[in-house]
């Protein structure tokens, strides 16, 4: 099994910068991807960014250029820096990894407002 620590969210102006990590636990050894989704209110979850364990990555349209998804293999951690946000950008931020099975942690909340 594995489990995944969020944080990171928060309330930002618009143009700012926030940081999100997500920590790893359990059967880490197993975890072949992470990624990044998020869901607005009244909205469907939504892909964001993912990474692979050989450190390739994927983005969706609304995150290219402003949003980098990494890894620290130390510390079993996936970040999301995510720059230039915008009022869009407000949503509850999931963390997700698949072994044989999919994870998801507790979310945390990105508000971009002014």
């Known amino acids: 099994q594995v489990q995944l620590v969020e944080s990171g969210g928060g309330l930002v102006q618009p143009g700012g910068s926030l940081r999100l990590s997500c920590a790893a636990s359990?059967?880490?050894?197993?975890?072949?991807?992470m990624g990044w989704y998020r869901q607005a209110p009244g909205k469907q979850r939504e892909f964001v960014a993912v990474i692979t364990t050989g450190g390739t990555t994927t983005y969706a349209d609304s995150a290219k250029g402003r949003f980098t998804i990494s890894r620290d293999n130390a510390k079993n951690t996936v970040y999301l820096q995510m720059n230039n946000l915008k009022p869009e950008d407000t949503a509850v931020y999931y963390c997700?990894?698949?072994?044989?099975?999919?994870?998801w942690g507790q979310g945390t909340q990105v508000t971009v407002s002014s």
């Open positions: 359990g059967s880490i050894f197993s975890i072949n991807v």
């Open positions: 997700n990894a698949v072994s044989r099975y999919v994870h």
